[in-house]
């Protein structure tokens, strides 16, 4: 048997690439994608990675500027960790966690993530993906006060254009307005505060007096509910998809004050921010705060597997485990062997080859520098990034950073130059974001950044040229 599996030709597909898009648009329903505009403009189809690329069925080599979405950390095609998913799949494929059971990759995973969350964050209940573990953390804090005798301390406070995932519970958790307005969402029992986005809110008053404010509404919040009404308060470190968000350095340090006065649960949704996107394990680590609850996903496996989770405080696991009962949750899922077995790899890998390290001391620093070059260009009113997230605010006027007249148009624009140019970045509106592999090298950076100036060069005078540079 093994030698007819090794005949076998490598996994690629055959098809050309109009066929490919053809049978796509005929049967495939994409995620956040506008099917009509997809079927004028064609899928992009992508065949292979390697590194910090990606190249096209036809070939086309890009950047991948934003690490797929924002999870390939290792980058892409390391061969360790197809050996170990084949190795777990042969050894025990599948076996669940229900009624009283585990497995060697689960209890490995578990305790190693023990190990690398901060002091206090010990216990790890395995979800599927992001939205899946917000679900969880939803359902958690309502049973964890209720297991107390508080059930109607079961409020949780949000962010607007907060993102928390794409599921009922998860989608009500984010504040963004487009998400709420299809499928009567929120649910009930979430209310949003504002963002701390100092750029397009706040610049009226200095970065730390608006943290502060920001970081109040949450009191406020709490003011005139009730703190018997309130079982927690979750938010990402830095705000990744509502378009790298960095708060101000005043706010989380105000928000965990808030939390720790008022008996909330305090979550940090470290799913973009998590496994060295920073420069440090978790997000939180580098606001030297220290949270209940994290949502984790994404950079677990460095996406090479589904997988994501709720590390929780020892006092949450405790408290559930003393007051006895089931929790009455889990997913067919939780804690896949193949996928824990494949992030306990990338975890090695991640620690082995010093990756987080070198983002926090070495090409971390590099990519800030190059960034807030960015700044100086003529189309950018801001150039903002921590660790290996940034934005750029674009702005037809650069004096004022007024907004553009017509919002959303110049992102797009500068998107698709960026692509036709090889280059993947992502638009929110009119800031363009990036979130590179954390094993992106300093040459890298400088084809990065210089790919990103000569990209504005052009969508400046596209801009121009179609009447859109004014506000
Ligand atoms: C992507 C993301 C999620 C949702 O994760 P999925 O795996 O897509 O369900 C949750 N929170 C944050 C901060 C994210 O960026």
């Not at 009283?100 to 209940?125: D, R, Y």
Request: aromatic share 8%.
């Amino acid at each position: 048997m093994g030698n007819s599996m090794e005949n076998l030709p490598p996994i690629s597909n055959q098809k050309p690439t109009g066929i490919l898009q053809e049978l796509d648009l005929a049967h495939h329903v994409h995620p956040f994608t506008d099917q009509k505009v997809l079927r004028s403009e064609k899928p992009r189809i992508i065949a292979r990675g390697e590194g910090i690329y990606i190249f096209d069925n036809d070939g086309n080599k890009y950047l991948d500027g934003m690490a797929g979405l924002w999870c390939v950390n290792i980058g892409y095609g390391r061969s360790e960790l197809a050996t170990v998913a084949k190795k777990q799949m042969e050894e025990l494929s599948y076996y669940n966690t229900f009624f009283q059971t585990s497995h060697p990759p689960a209890i490995e995973l578990a305790s190693k993530l023990a190990s690398l969350a901060p002091e206090g964050l010990n216990n790890v209940f395995y979800s599927g993906s992001g939205s899946e573990a917000n679900e969880t953390n939803i359902r958690l804090v309502r049973h964890y006060w209720a297991s107390l005798g508080k059930p109607e301390k079961s409020i949780i406070v949000s962010r607007k254009n907060a993102y928390h995932g794409s599921s009922m519970g998860a989608a009500s958790l984010g504040g963004m307005q487009p998400m709420h307005l299809q499928g009567g969402l929120p649910i009930p029992g979430i209310i949003h505060i504002s963002q701390p986005y100092w750029y397009g809110e706040g610049r009226d008053v200095s970065p730390n007096e608006f943290g502060l404010m920001k970081a109040r509404e949450l009191e406020e919040v709490i003011q005139k509910h009730g703190p018997e009404k309130i079982g927690a308060f979750i938010a990402e470190p830095i705000q990744g998809a509502g378009g790298v968000i960095i708060p101000p350095d005043t706010y989380w340090p105000e928000i965990e004050r808030i939390c720790r006065e008022n008996d909330l649960l305090l979550i940090a949704d470290e799913v973009i921010c998590g496994f060295g996107r920073l420069g440090s394990w978790f997000g939180c680590q580098k606001y030297g705060i220290k949270p209940d609850i994290m949502t984790i996903a994404k950079g677990l496996s460095s996406g090479y597997q589904p997988i994501g989770g709720s590390i929780v405080s020892t006092k949450i696991a405790d408290t559930l485990e003393q007051k006895g009962g089931e929790f009455n949750h889990g997913y067919t899922y939780s804690a896949h062997p193949v996928a824990a077995a494949v992030s306990l790899e990338n975890l090695r890998i991640l620690e082995e080859e010093k990756i987080i390290e070198k983002v926090n001391s070495n090409t971390g620093k590099h990519m800030g520098e190059r960034w807030r070059a960015l700044g100086e260009h003529q189309l950018v009113g801001e150039a903002r990034i921590k660790g290996l997230m940034g934005a750029l605010e674009l702005t037809p006027n650069k004096l004022s950073k007024a907004p553009f007249k017509n919002p959303g148009q110049a992102g797009i624009i500068t998107r698709n130059i960026c692509i036709r140019h090889g280059l993947i970045m992502r638009a929110v509106e009119d800031k363009m974001i990036i979130s590179p592999p954390l094993i992106i090298q300093k040459s890298e950076i400088d084809e990065l950044t210089d790919l990103v100036w000569k990209s504005l060069d052009i969508a400046q005078k596209e801009l121009s040229l179609k009447g859109l540079l004014v506000s």
